[in-house]
Structures are given as C-alpha cells and as structure tokens.
C-alpha cells in the first residue's frame, strides 16, 4: 500500500479499481467521465446517488456507516472516455471541509486488496473536493492524487467539468383576488436563484446552487477578468480565455526597510520539487539558473531601496521538464533581520512577453522571523499551473533552510 501525495501517481495492475471516499462526517461522493477535453460528453456521465451507474462506472452508497465508493471498470469504459474524477463534498448544507479530513482508499474491486490512500492537505473553506483521478496514459491506467478544493460546491465541480445542472421553473404566484388600488411600482427584483435537481438526496429538499466566489482560502478564479489580487491561501488558475498560461512569466519580488529604518539584505529564491514532494533544485544568488535554464534568477539586491521588483526569478512554464510540478518562492533575510523591520514585501507574477502584471500578492502582516514562504506555483492533472499565496514566516537566513517547510505547503 502506498500513501500517496498530491500529484503523485501510480499504475493500476487491476482492471477494475474502487474508490472509498470516508471522513468523520458523512460524504456525498460522485465520479465523472471525461473525454480528451476534459469534459464530460452528457450529464449521462455524472455518476451519483440519483444516477448510480454509467458505462463502466458506478456508485456505492455506504448508508452513512460505511463510505460512499466509486467503481471503474477500465476494460467497460467507452472509447474516447480517458479519465475519471471522483469527487466529494460534506453531506450536509453548506458544510465545508474546514476540520474534516478525508481520506480516499484505492483498492482492488474484486479482491479488495488496497492499493493505495490519500488524504488531502491543508483543506479549509471548500465545499467539494476532485480527491482522486484514474486515467490513461501512454495505454496505461493509472491512479493520481488530485486534491482539488472548490468554493462553490458540488455546482462548481459540475460546471467546471461540462454538466448542466437542470433548474426547476420558478413557481407562478397566485391570481389577485379584486382590483388594488393603483401604487408605485416596485423597484424591480431578481427572480429567486433555481435549485439543481441533483444537488441534494431525493429525501432532501432542493436548495439553491451557491454563487461561484472566490473566498480567503479556497476556490478557483482565472485571468479572464485581468490582473488577480490575492490574499493569504488564495488560488487562481493561470488560464485565460480558456487556455492555460505555459509561456514565460517573471516572478517579481520586493520590499523596503521598515519606516525609515536601516537597509536590509534579503534573498529571494525559487525551490523546485517533483510529485512526490521531493527536491528537486533550487534557484537563488548562488545558483542563477536551474532546470536547463527554465528558472532563472536576476541576482541579488543587498538593500531593497529602489522603486520596482527588487529580484526577478523568470520561469519557462512551457520549458519546464515533467518532474517539477511544483515551485515555492521564498525570501530570506540573510542578514539576520528580522521581517518585522520589512515594509511593504510582495510579489507579482508579469507576463514577460507583453510586462503585463497578471497576478500579485501584497504581504500584509509581518512577523520576528527571518524567512517567508510567498507563493507557490503548481501544475495540475489538468495540465494547467495554479499560483498560491502563502504567505508564511519561518525561522531561515537562507533557502537551504526552506526546503523543508517548502515542502509541506505544497
């Protein structure tokens, strides 16, 4: 049995494959069928409680004492259906994962035997979860580590992977019984939000489906609408006009002493690591240029003073090689001062083809320590790059020290 982590992959040496989906609170657990677009070909391919079984896939409620599961039979699966989503949300309205932990179990369908497990990290806002996926590569189907979380619910989850979600009519008011005296008309109101019919349990009442929002913490915004300001533990999804940022963006960091205070020598540094949370490389003053020249450093500022980013890490997304599917920036002060003297630290992700700011993140507190871990960039299963702000102080005078808390914020 193998505990996996984000990202990670594994063969599967079964043709059919369970997936047990169990938390402390009980889950509503769903499986999508995906062609090469990433989509789904009808709402046919939702596989739920209201719709149990699909060609090749299906779903096991476990009553509440038991976790739901969902079945693939790789060898039944249509042609051009090349992966499968499980995902699962908190049974109960408006629940989110904040405190629940789940954890996916992947085991062998028929003899039962567990392949692997993997409990996603760090979840906090989300409503609903892509946990896992299986899918072929190379006429090999595998298993992947997603841990994908969602602000807006099971709606969020359909809609980003091609369901319609059916809306009921609004209802038709009653016939007024005698003329009214005239009156000023009302100021004109939005109809109430429809309610999805497959939202909730048949037993349940419908409610209606939540806005999409990109709350502190959770969620899933693009560039689409321009330049992204984010907060702490808030995510946006390099992709614009439906297609996924893979050129060469600058990751510009930078800051000024403390209010009138004395210069400070701070080191920003990009670390690189594969699937399996391992190291992989690390770019910084000393080492201007890693992954065959994919990230690569502008050099080091010993006073922070100047308008402008005061370091620049430049990273090729397009030239990146397979094994980096995750970078953490970080700053060091390697002067031994402490972040606390620091004003105004941030950083920004520039489309360096056209200097266009796409994505920034202002720091906003300061604590005594001397490193921060300031965003992180990861490649999903989907293929895209998502960029995090962290925003999170360790005790390091220099990147060798991040390494480790880089790791776990991944």
Same mark, same amino acid.
């Given at each position: 049995?193998?505990?996996?982590?984000?990202?990670?992959?594994?063969?599967?040496?079964?043709?059919?494959?369970?997936?047990?989906? /169990?938390?402390?609170?009980?889950?509503?657990?769903?499986?999508? &069928?995906?062609?090469?677009?990433?989509?789904?070909?009808?709402?046919?391919?939702?596989?739920?409680?209201?719709?149990? %079984?699909?060609?090749?896939?299906?779903?096991?409620?476990?009553?509440? %004492?038991?976790?739901?599961?969902?079945?693939?039979?790789?060898?039944?699966?249509?042609?051009?259906? @090349?992966?499968?989503?499980?995902?699962?949300?908190?049974?109960? /309205?408006?629940?989110?994962?904040?405190? +629940? @932990?789940?954890?996916?179990?992947?085991?062998?369908?028929?003899?039962?035997?567990?392949?692997?497990?993997?409990?996603?990290?760090?979840?906090?806002?989300?409503?609903?979860?892509?946990?896992?996926? +299986?899918?072929?590569?190379?006429?090999?189907?595998?298993?992947?580590?997603?841990?994908?979380?969602?602000?807006?619910?099971?709606?969020?989850?359909?809609?980003?992977?091609?369901?319609?979600?059916?809306? @009921?009519?609004?209802?038709?008011?009653?016939?007024?019984?005698?003329?009214?005296?005239? !009156?000023?008309?009302?100021?004109?109101?939005?109809?109430?939000?429809? /309610?999805?019919?497959?939202?909730?349990?048949?037993?349940?009442?419908?409610?209606?489906?939540?806005?999409?929002?990109?709350?502190?913490?959770?969620?899933?915004?693009?560039?689409?609408?321009?330049?992204?300001?984010?907060?702490?533990?808030?995510?946006?999804?390099? +992709?614009?006009?439906?297609?996924?940022?893979? %050129?060469?963006?600058?990751?510009?960091?930078?800051?000024?002493?403390?209010?009138?205070?004395?210069?400070?020598?701070?080191?920003? %540094?990009?670390?690189?690591?594969?699937?399996?949370?391992?190291?992989?490389?690390?770019?910084?003053?000393?080492?201007?240029?890693?992954?065959?020249?994919?990230?690569?450093?502008?050099?080091?500022? &010993?006073?922070?003073?100047?308008?402008?980013?005061?370091?620049?890490?430049?990273?090729?997304?397009?030239?990146?090689? !397979?094994?980096?599917?995750?970078?953490?920036?970080?700053?060091?002060?390697?002067?031994?001062?402490?972040?606390?003297?620091?004003?105004?630290?941030?950083?920004? &992700?520039?489309?360096?083809?056209?200097?266009?700011?796409?994505?920034?993140?202002?720091?906003?507190?300061? @604590?005594?320590?001397?490193?921060?871990?300031? !965003?992180?960039?990861?490649?999903?299963?989907?293929?895209?790059?998502?960029?995090?702000?962290?925003?999170?102080?360790?005790?390091?005078?220099?990147?060798?020290?991040?390494?480790?808390?880089?790791?776990? !914020?991944?």
């Amino acid at each position: 049995m193998t505990a996996m982590t984000p990202g990670s992959n594994l063969p599967l040496n079964t043709v059919r494959v369970t997936v047990d989906v /169990a938390a402390p609170v009980r889950l509503d657990v769903s499986g999508l &069928l995906l062609a090469a677009d990433g989509k789904v070909r009808s709402d046919a391919d939702f596989i739920f409680y209201n719709q149990p %079984s699909g060609p090749g896939v299906s779903y096991r409620s476990g009553g509440g %004492s038991a976790p739901d599961s969902i079945t693939v039979d790789t060898g039944a699966l249509p042609p051009g259906i @090349e992966r499968i989503v499980v995902t699962a949300s908190p049974d109960a /309205a408006g629940q989110s994962f904040q405190g +629940v @932990e789940p954890t996916a179990t992947v085991r062998d369908a028929d003899g039962g035997a567990v392949i692997a497990t993997f409990t996603p990290p760090k979840l906090g806002a989300e409503t609903a979860l892509v946990v896992v996926e +299986v899918y072929q590569r190379g006429g090999v189907w595998k298993v992947r580590a997603v841990g994908q979380g969602y602000a807006n619910g099971l709606a969020g989850i359909a809609t980003d992977f091609g369901v319609s979600v059916e809306e @009921e009519a609004a209802p038709t008011p009653p016939p007024v019984a005698a003329p009214q005296p005239p !009156a000023a008309p009302p100021a004109p109101q939005a109809p109430p939000a429809p /309610a999805p019919t497959w939202g909730q349990p048949p037993s349940a009442p419908a409610t209606p489906a939540p806005a999409p929002a990109a709350p502190v913490g959770a969620g899933k915004i693009n560039l689409d609408k321009g330049r992204v300001n984010l907060q702490k533990n808030q995510t946006v999804s390099l +992709v614009k006009g439906g297609r996924p940022l893979l %050129s060469q963006v600058k990751m510009g960091l930078g800051w000024e002493p403390a209010f009138g205070g004395r210069d400070i020598d701070l080191d920003a %540094s990009v670390i690189a690591y594969g699937p399996q949370r391992n190291h992989i490389d690390s770019c910084y003053f000393g080492k201007l240029s890693i992954l065959g020249g994919a990230v690569k450093h502008s050099g080091d500022n &010993l006073t922070g003073e100047g308008a402008g980013d005061d370091e620049v890490i430049v990273v090729d997304l397009g030239r990146l090689p !397979a094994e980096a599917t995750g970078l953490v920036f970080t700053v060091n002060s390697f002067s031994g001062q402490k972040f606390s003297e620091v004003a105004k630290a941030y950083c920004r &992700l520039i489309d360096a083809a056209s200097g266009e700011e796409l994505v920034r993140f202002d720091l906003t507190g300061a @604590e005594p320590q001397t490193g921060v871990m300031m !965003a992180k960039l990861i490649k999903q299963f989907s293929g895209e790059w998502e960029m995090t702000a962290i925003g999170e102080f360790v005790k390091s005078r220099t990147v060798r020290g991040m390494v480790k808390p880089a790791a776990q !914020a991944l």
